[in-house]
Every structure is written in C-alpha cells, then in structure tokens.
C-alpha cells in the first residue's frame, strides 16, 4: 500500500525518514525553502556545494542527518540538472529515479515539496503532477506500505495541490494499491 499524505506545512515541519529536496543546477545559492532548510542543517547542503562535493546536475546528491533540527531525520539533497534543459517528463523520470534509490534503504516514510520549479511550462500543477507520478512510480513494488508526505504551506497551492492529488489517486485501475491523506 501507498500512502500519499497531504500536509498543510513547510518540509521541515512534517516527521518523516528524509524530506527528499529537489534542486537545479541555478537554485545555487539557495534562496527560499531550500535556503531555509540548509540555514536549519547550519548550511551544510552549501559548504558541500562549495567543496564540490555537491551541485544542482542530475545524479548529484547529499544524504544529511538533521540531528533533531528538522522533522525529518535526514534530508537528501538531489540534482535534478540544468532548469535550462529540464523538462517535465525528465522532473517525472528524475523523481521515479530518486524514490527508486531511496526504496533501497528501506524508507516507510519520505516527505517532499512539490513547488520549486514554477519556471517550467504551465507552472505549479504540471510540476506537482509529474513530481508526485514520479514519486508514486518509483515506490511501487516495494514489499512494504510506503508513505509519501507531500508539503505544501502555500495556502493557494495546497487547495491545488488537493485536486491534483485526488485525481492521481482515482485516476486508473493501476493505482488502486494508493490511498489519499489529506491533513487539514
């Protein structure tokens, strides 16, 4: 069983394994709820980026602990590529990919923000649509219940962001093994 759970919060609020955080190349320095989450990790994600150890292009990626400073107890920082060259089906493909990796360290529970990248066509539906297929292929098959938090403190997203999830949800036979939690 699937879980998508719905969650009227910031990503760093919402008690999970790890808040999956998607960037690009260009979200360098981070600004918004990635700034807000690394200034949280003490900057960290940035140190890392200024080693060269970790940057915004696809496969790029940083497991941080949050030692009690966040909800989650880890946040990974995952590349999605260039804003430039990104496109919604590869957004869908990266997100499949990277719950997929996550899958194999036996996560139950993952949290993640679907707003970010307003810049691509046709702004926050499309990107929350594909993020979260993504998200919910890349954990199918998994031998055990998985919960999905999607975080979404932006009150005109989240009223959005409930539609959206409603017809993932109930959209196809394919999907009968995902249950819907909104959080009010």
């Known amino acids: 069983m ?5 969650f009227p919060q910031g990503l760093h609020e919402v008690k999970s394994f790890a808040a999956v955080s998607m960037f690009a190349v260009e979200d360098f320095p981070f600004q918004g709820r990635l700034g807000a989450i690394d200034r949280l990790l003490e900057n960290e994600a940035s ?3 200024q080693q060269g150890k ?8 940083a497991m941080l602990a949050s030692k ?3 909800a ?6 995952a590349g999605v590529g260039s804003l430039e060259d990104l496109t919604l089906t590869q957004l ?3 997100a499949k990919e990277i719950f997929a990796r996550m899958m194999k360290t036996s996560a139950k529970n993952l949290s993640l923000q679907v707003s970010g990248f ?10 929350a649509t594909e993020i979260m297929n993504g998200a919910i292929r890349g954990v199918i098959g998994n031998p055990w219940d998985v919960d999905i938090l999607v975080c979404e403190p ?7 962001l409930i539609a959206l999830s409603e017809q993932i949800a109930f959209s196809s036979v394919k999907n009968r093994e995902l249950s819907l939690e909104v959080c009010i």
Not at 54 to 61: A, I, M, N, R, Y
Not at 154 to 160: A, G, H, K, R
């Open 118 to 127: 307003a810049q691509l066509p046709g702004g926050f539906a499309p990107v």
């Open 2 to 6: 699937i879980r998508l759970r719905l």
């Open 47 to 49: 140190r890392l980026v």
């Open 154 to 160: 932006d009150d005109e997203n989240y009223d959005e």
């Open 68 to 70: 009690g400073r966040l």
């Open 72 to 77: 989650p107890e880890y946040v990974l920082f």
């Open 54 to 61: 970790l940057s915004g292009v696809w496969e790029s990626q």
């Open 92 to 94: 869908y493909r990266r």
